[in-house]
């Protein structure tokens, strides 16, 4: 449970439980949401523009979809079966 950084990640959005869909600068989009508190927030100096998602991403925009519409902060833990016990 070390702290570890991982290298910048883009943002793509958040599902209906408040984790965020991230991807990495590659497009690699991540198998499961990550939840806010383990994000930490990367001001940039000068605006970076990015190509269209639709070109960058290496997921569909239907799974995407389905992700935002997802409740779970994390695909071994579900938010609706989450017991304080359980951590």
């Given at each position: 449970?070390?702290?570890?950084?991982?290298?910048?990640?883009?943002?793509?959005?958040?599902?209906?439980?408040?984790?965020?869909?991230?991807?990495?600068?590659?497009?690699?989009?991540?198998?499961?949401?990550?939840?806010?508190?383990?994000?930490?927030?990367?001001?940039?100096?000068?605006?970076?523009?990015?190509?269209?998602?639709?070109?960058?991403?290496?997921?569909?925009?239907?799974?995407l979809c389905c992700?935002?519409?997802?409740?779970?902060?994390?695909?071994?833990?579900?938010?609706?079966?989450?017991?304080?016990?359980?951590?």
């Amino acid at each position: 449970m070390h702290p570890r950084y991982n290298g910048l990640m883009i943002v793509i959005s958040r599902n209906q439980g408040s984790a965020y869909i991230i991807a990495e600068l590659s497009g690699a989009v991540l198998a499961r949401p990550i939840g806010p508190f383990q994000i930490v927030p990367y001001h940039p100096r000068q605006t970076i523009t990015l190509p269209p998602l639709d070109n960058i991403l290496d997921i569909s925009t239907d799974k995407l979809c389905c992700q935002e519409q997802s409740e779970d902060l994390d695909d071994e833990f579900p938010a609706s079966n989450l017991d304080i016990s359980d951590v």
